[in-house]
């Protein structure tokens, strides 16, 4: 079969890529409005053409009609451009058989699996271990003074948590969390990070088998909903995915506003009420989770003054929604306890509750035990030379140095 034309959805098309979208999303976003409104042409790696939603209003209209827009990846009309070894596949999909690609009421009966799962997870024992964890990992740095914030604290508590609760063994969990970066930054080692979540999953499957535990994976084993094996593991990689990585960025997000925004200066000397409030501002203005793959047209359409052609892939733009000046009238206001943000998704494939709600636990629990263990951090370097991961998908920070008083290490063990 000869490929299809390659041909861009729009004229001048803007490439998803590049330094400005690290650095600044926020004046990437309000310049691809102003010069092609709420529905963006884009080219994805390899010249692949689709559609950016920003406006939030057409990301509503998305969300919440599955039929017109599904969530089927089989629908799309590129598939015979893209190589097998294409950087973004583990994070678009190819015929998976993960809760992200499927529809109807079969996804709705994989989506009460996954919610019983978690729902049954133990709050207290949560926190405790989000605590615990937490208080080694501080542990590990607190006599020195100084520390990378991100690489030596943030981006190894979520995954431990979550390595406890589905049944990972905590030495399993340095290993998985390279994988699942190499999977979500969508570069050259995307496809290996991939293959070493799917193997590990695999593997715990395959022995919460013979060895049911109390934990995550067990309870969704013991489902009568007739999952296969493969079903499960697919599913348990979303989860992962999904509950590692844009946690890890939100306690990173969150400390970087607070080290950087005189709003939330108070909460750094002891002060936390507005430990919330500045994981809220996050959501609203630094979302971990930017751009999402996504949702394929079921037939011709119209949106935003596009036209939509049957199988045309379209991304959700969580942040530039998130930002639509048709919603915000004033960008510069608190948003205090407003909700209404797109970091979550909309409709029946948005992240469950209880999956938002363990987030939120890792996360805010993170947080303070960082300012309460130490009291006066400060950043080590000047805000303006901080940086970001290249990542199109999500919005963290590569490294965020930080000075503190040195303190005795605590001397606590994992839970």
Not at 107 to 113: D, L, P
Request: with cysteine.
């Amino acid at each position: 079969m000869s490929p299809a034309p390659r041909s861009a959805p729009e004229p001048d098309p803007v490439r998803l890529s590049g330094p400005l979208l690290q650095d600044d999303p926020a004046r990437v976003y309000r310049e691809m409005r102003r010069a092609h409104g709420s529905v963006v042409p884009i080219l994805l790696d390899g010249d692949i053409p689709a559609w950016l939603v920003l406006g939030y209003r057409e990301l509503h209209q998305i969300t919440g009609d599955p039929v017109l827009f599904s969530r089927d990846s089989d629908l799309w009309n590129q598939w015979v451009n893209i190589p097998d070894d294409w950087p973004l596949l583990p994070m678009i999909g190819r015929k998976q058989p993960s809760i992200l690609y499927t529809v109807g009421e079969r996804h709705r009966q994989r989506a009460g699996m996954m919610v019983a799962a978690l729902e049954a997870v133990d709050p207290f024992e949560l926190r405790r271990s989000a605590e615990k964890f937490a208080d080694e990992l501080i542990d590990g740095i607190c006599p020195e003074g100084r520390a990378d914030i991100i690489a030596e604290y943030a981006m190894l508590l979520p995954v431990r948590v979550l390595t406890r609760l589905y049944g990972f063994t905590d030495d399993q969990g340095p290993a998985l969390v390279t994988a699942l970066n190499d999977m979500i930054d969508g570069r050259e080692r995307a496809i290996a990070g991939q293959t070493h979540l799917f193997t590990s999953m695999t593997e715990l499957v395959a022995l919460r088998r013979e060895q049911p535990a109390d934990d995550v994976v067990t309870r969704m084993l013991a489902d009568t909903s007739g999952f296969t094996d493969e079903e499960i593991v697919q599913d348990l990689m979303v989860m992962m995915a999904a509950g590692h990585q844009p946690t890890a960025d939100w306690i990173g997000n969150s400390l970087h506003l607070m080290l950087t925004d005189s709003r939330f200066a108070a909460s750094l000397f002891g002060g936390r009420n507005s430990i919330a409030e500045a994981m809220n501002e996050v959501l609203w203005e630094d979302t971990p989770t930017q751009n999402v793959a996504g949702r394929w047209a079921s037939r011709d359409t119209q949106l935003g003054g596009r036209r939509i052609r049957a199988g045309d892939l379209l991304l959700l733009g969580l942040q530039g929604a998130n930002a639509d000046p048709q919603v915000r009238t004033d960008g510069s206001a608190l948003t205090g306890g407003n909700g209404a943000h797109f970091s979550f998704g909309h409709g029946e494939h948005r992240c469950p509750f209880p999956a938002q709600e363990i987030a939120e636990v890792i996360a805010r629990t993170g947080i303070e035990v960082v300012l309460d263990r130490l009291p006066d951090i400060d950043l080590a370097v000047p805000a303006a030379s901080l940086s970001r991961r290249p990542s199109p998908w999500l919005r963290g920070l590569s490294e965020l140095p930080v000075t503190f008083t040195p303190t005795p290490a605590l001397g606590g063990t994992p839970a």
